[in-house]
């Protein structure tokens, strides 16, 4: 029989982790491989942790095992042994407890099998070439539904029913009830709508220039190579293509086109060398300021989707249908997938990253306002050195106690800078804006305040509350994952297009 490798992730539940390994140990008799890592201080996404560890195996079989877990005599030689013999991509055994039904229960005398649609995720053994078929976990899910959204992609999955693994369930977790529930209402809400996600259609995203701003550009990468997981045939290119590139989009056909611009002018220059495409075409337009060009596209694109919702401010919804037919809706920038927070030296105190200038009323006097509080601030002045700052944003965001964002007070905008604040494992310091209820929770996800006095007073709070401090952090982080990606901006911009619901997937 096949050697396996046993991975069992620990998340600071000692009780249950020791009587997990040393059951491991005792009633494991065939050739294995253990591997324990602890992921309580880093956090990591357990998509792409187990991607890693997947990855790095040498053996044609991995064993996903729960820490709350406990194994039973002659376990893992039965799970290899029925996947050897059914050619099964991947095998559970039974349990006392989990969410599958057919797999709670007594553990039958002799051999028997069952050939299923799903599997919970407690004990898993995979098969390593069947992970690599499917490209591995999507690395965006959050706590829940990772597991179930890769054997989704899986085709032969069986229970052995002579098997028994104790399982506790949700033992790590419970621990921290004031997440618990909301991390698997996020999880679920994720897997259900990937679930009714029609992967096999192709969709071409067009980017107007490459590196500005980075994490955006970054996030259409991320985007092109999670949906290729699902096996989207998923086309990314430059607004800068050739006029041969262009004439191959065309014979390719998408069912949906998406251009993510903070460039009008180059959508311009866009038009009058592109041929028209037969599918629903989408402007996800990345600024407030769209200017005097706009008009150049009103009747390039079916849908525009616009990063704030305010209709009166001069760039508002209602300039945009004086010059447009299009259908008009709400879709805020979103940021990257970043799937580990940083738990290491915080160097700065607060830090504010952006131009500080005031252009035209437009970034309402952020110089004035943050003198008198004294952070770290890095101008962001010019295209180029904006965009080497932004590259190494993440790093600087994660080394702050606390990072600012002020942006102007549209409705529903809030800028590109927040959500890369949450992404990276900041904690955002925010001044309040119309809308902000509506995607965050103040105190739970972010700080909010309206003036100085409020700015003053978080400032004070949070630099002597470390542990409410760190709490919101993780918080924030987790629902920008989750809810707030450039990936799930994409989707939801083709699931609109293509009719196939008409929400904004990011509300609370």
């Given at each position: 029989?096949?050697?396996?490798?046993?991975?069992?992730?620990?998340?600071?539940?000692?009780?249950?982790?020791?009587?997990?390994?040393?059951?491991?140990?005792?009633?494991?008799?065939?050739?294995?491989?253990?591997?324990?890592?602890?992921?309580?201080?880093?956090?990591?996404?357990?998509?792409?942790?187990?991607?890693?560890?997947?990855?790095?195996?040498?053996?044609?079989?991995?064993?996903?095992?729960?820490?709350?877990?406990?194994?039973?005599?002659?376990?893992?030689?039965?799970?290899?042994?029925?996947?050897?013999?059914?050619?099964?991509?991947?095998?559970?055994?039974?349990?006392?407890?989990?969410?599958?039904?057919?797999?709670?229960?007594?553990?039958?005398?002799?051999?028997?099998?069952?050939?299923?649609?799903?599997?919970?995720?407690?004990?898993?053994l995979l098969r390593k070439e069947?992970?690599?078929?499917?490209?591995?976990?999507?690395?965006?899910?959050?706590?829940?539904?990772?597991?179930?959204?890769?054997?989704?992609?899986?085709?032969?999955?069986?229970?052995?029913?002579?098997?028994?693994?104790?399982?506790?369930?949700?033992?790590?977790?419970?621990?921290?009830?004031?997440?618990?529930?909301?991390?698997?209402?996020?999880?679920?809400?994720?897997?259900?709508?990937?679930?009714?996600?029609?992967?096999?259609?192709?969709?071409?995203?067009?980017?107007?220039?490459?590196?500005?701003?980075?994490?955006?550009?970054?996030?259409?990468?991320?985007?092109?190579?999670?949906?290729?997981?699902?096996?989207?045939?998923?086309?990314?290119?430059?607004?800068?293509?050739?006029?041969?590139?262009?004439?191959?989009?065309?014979?390719?056909?998408?069912?949906?086109?998406?251009?993510?611009?903070?460039?009008?002018?180059?959508?311009?220059?866009?038009?009058?060398?592109?041929?028209?495409?037969?599918?629903?075409?989408?402007?996800?337009?990345?600024?407030?300021?769209?200017?005097?060009?706009?008009?150049?596209?009103?009747?390039?694109?079916?849908?525009?989707?616009?990063?704030?919702?305010?209709?009166?401010?001069?760039?508002?919804?209602?300039?945009?249908?004086?010059?447009?037919?299009?259908?008009?809706?709400?879709?805020?920038?979103?940021?990257?997938?970043?799937?580990?927070?940083?738990?290491?030296?915080?160097?700065?105190?607060?830090?504010?990253?952006?131009?500080?200038?005031?252009?035209?009323?437009?970034?309402?006097?952020?110089?004035?306002?943050?003198?008198?509080?004294?952070?770290?601030?890095?101008?962001?002045?010019?295209?180029?050195?904006?965009?080497?700052?932004?590259?190494?944003?993440?790093?600087?965001?994660?080394?702050?106690?606390?990072?600012?964002?002020?942006?102007p007070p549209v409705t529903g905008?809030?800028?590109?800078?927040?959500?890369?604040?949450?992404?990276?494992?900041?904690?955002?310091?925010?001044?309040?804006?119309?809308?902000?209820?509506?995607?965050?929770?103040?105190?739970?996800?972010?700080?909010?305040?309206?003036?100085?006095?409020?700015?003053?007073?978080?400032?004070?709070?949070?630099?002597?509350?470390?542990?409410?401090?760190?709490?919101?952090?993780?918080?924030?982080?987790?629902?920008?994952?989750?809810?707030?990606?450039?990936?799930?901006?994409?989707?939801?911009?083709?699931?609109?297009?293509?009719?196939?619901?008409?929400?904004?997937?990011?509300?609370?």
């Amino acid at each position: 029989m096949s050697s396996a490798e046993i991975v069992v992730v620990k998340y600071n539940n000692r009780i249950f982790e020791e009587i997990c390994i040393a059951a491991v140990g005792r009633f494991t008799s065939k050739e294995h491989k253990l591997t324990v890592i602890d992921n309580f201080e880093p956090d990591r996404n357990l998509g792409a942790l187990w991607n890693d560890l997947i990855e790095a195996s040498e053996k044609k079989y991995v064993c996903l095992l729960n820490s709350d877990t406990e194994v039973t005599e002659g376990w893992l030689d039965r799970l290899c042994e029925a996947a050897d013999k059914t050619g099964a991509d991947a095998v559970g055994p039974m349990t006392n407890k989990c969410g599958i039904a057919f797999q709670v229960g007594q553990a039958t005398p002799e051999y028997q099998m069952y050939r299923c649609k799903t599997l919970s995720g407690f004990c898993l053994l995979l098969r390593k070439e069947a992970w690599e078929r499917v490209k591995g976990f999507r690395e965006d899910f959050s706590f829940y539904g990772q597991e179930s959204n890769m054997l989704d992609r899986l085709e032969k999955l069986y229970v052995r029913k002579d098997v028994f693994v104790k399982h506790v369930g949700a033992a790590s977790i419970s621990l921290y009830p004031d997440r618990q529930a909301e991390d698997k209402a996020l999880g679920l809400e994720q897997y259900h709508r990937n679930r009714k996600f029609d992967f096999s259609k192709r969709l071409l995203v067009i980017g107007s220039y490459p590196g500005n701003p980075f994490p955006l550009w970054r996030g259409i990468e991320q985007a092109q190579t999670e949906l290729t997981r699902e096996g989207m045939d998923f086309r990314y290119v430059s607004i800068d293509a050739s006029d041969d590139e262009k004439s191959e989009l065309i014979d390719w056909n998408p069912h949906c086109v998406i251009l993510v611009s903070t460039h009008i002018g180059k959508i311009a220059v866009w038009k009058k060398t592109m041929p028209e495409f037969k599918c629903p075409t989408c402007l996800w337009w990345n600024d407030l300021r769209p200017g005097s060009a706009k008009t150049a596209i009103q009747k390039m694109f079916h849908h525009i989707f616009l990063c704030y919702e305010d209709s009166k401010f001069p760039y508002g919804w209602e300039a945009w249908r004086r010059s447009t037919k299009s259908d008009i809706r709400y879709m805020p920038q979103g940021s990257v997938i970043h799937p580990q927070l940083y738990n290491g030296e915080r160097l700065w105190h607060s830090l504010f990253i952006g131009n500080v200038m005031n252009l035209n009323g437009y970034h309402d006097d952020r110089w004035k306002f943050l003198e008198k509080f004294s952070p770290t601030v890095i101008n962001e002045c010019g295209r180029n050195r904006r965009a080497a700052v932004e590259k190494k944003s993440g790093k600087l965001y994660r080394q702050s106690m606390l990072c600012w964002v002020l942006s102007p007070p549209v409705t529903g905008y809030n800028s590109l800078r927040l959500y890369n604040v949450l992404a990276y494992g900041g904690l955002a310091l925010v001044k309040t804006f119309p809308g902000l209820d509506r995607l965050f929770r103040d105190r739970q996800h972010l700080i909010v305040f309206d003036g100085a006095h409020q700015a003053e007073e978080a400032l004070r709070k949070y630099a002597s509350s470390l542990y409410e401090a760190e709490k919101i952090r993780k918080a924030g982080w987790r629902r920008q994952q989750v809810k707030h990606t450039v990936l799930y901006r994409l989707q939801n911009i083709m699931s609109n297009a293509l009719g196939w619901d008409d929400d904004f997937w990011g509300w609370l």
